[in-house]
């Protein structure tokens, strides 16, 4: 009993740790991720991870539960754990559920919308660009999310919002693929736009369509991609 007491406490967490060391070690990862250095299907060893950020096992492993609480990481009793990957149906499917979800809330925002939610918006795509001019990936991805969870809770509805929420976690590791891909990104940016001048004319059917266009390019980019591999 004495041993495994003790060595639990080896591998219990610092007061730093807890607050903060499996945090940046997460965020590392998904910069990891974003920046294409590390890849779908590729496998996280646990040992390897505790030398590289000279971590506690603990540390460690609480960061990899974050990943897989987003989505980003697959557990398995056997292999452990290492980046989500996707089949085509897979993909097919789950971006055929975001289609339906975010469409359907997109015509459900009240027209016309208040000038302070536009100006939110905006300030919120303004600093999305900027980030993008400065190539600071991982604040534009997270940018990126909180332009579309701003948009989508307009719509009203809190159980929709889950739902596009839970969906988007589903194909986050495919959505960070592309935040490197420079023409994606001005896409991106662009198709943000389109959105925000949609909600500026009042117009639910332009802004339905700019949606499920903006999420129909990047899974036919992953898709094509995939085709390669085959």
């Not at 939610?117 to 940018?143: C, I, N, P, T, W």
């Not at 940016?189 to 500026?200: F, Q, V």
């Not at 059917?205 to 266009?213: F, H, S, T």
Request: charged residues 25%; proline residues 2%; glycine residues 4%.
């Amino acid at each position: 009993m004495a041993g495994t007491l003790t060595s639990r406490a080896a591998d219990a967490p610092t007061t730093t740790e807890t607050r903060s060391g499996w945090k940046e070690i997460a965020e590392t990862l998904e910069l990891d991720i974003i920046t294409g250095k590390l890849h779908l299907r590729e496998h996280l060893v646990e040992d390897d991870l505790i030398r590289r950020f000279q971590a506690s096992r603990y540390a460690v492993r609480r960061a990899l539960d974050e990943m897989h609480a987003l989505g980003l990481v697959v557990r398995n009793q056997n292999r452990g754990a290492y980046i989500r990957d996707y089949t085509a149906q897979e993909v097919h499917d789950l971006f055929g559920v975001r289609e339906i979800l975010e469409s359907a809330a997109a015509t459900q925002i009240p027209m016309p919308v208040s000038d302070d939610f536009l100006r939110s918006l905006v300030s919120l795509q303004k600093q999305h660009d900027a980030a993008m001019r400065e190539g600071d990936y991982f604040r534009l991805f997270s940018l990126n999310n909180a332009f579309h969870q701003t948009l989508f809770s307009a719509c009203n509805n809190a159980a929709l919002n889950k739902a596009i929420a839970h969906y988007s976690m589903q194909v986050q590791p495919i959505r960070m693929q592309f935040v490197h891909n420079e023409n994606r990104r001005k896409q991106t940016s662009e198709e943000h736009w389109e959105m925000i001048e949609a909600l500026k004319q009042g117009d639910s059917k332009a802004l339905a369509r700019v949606c499920v266009q903006h999420l129909s390019v990047t899974k036919q980019l992953f898709l094509k991609s995939l085709e390669g591999k085959l």
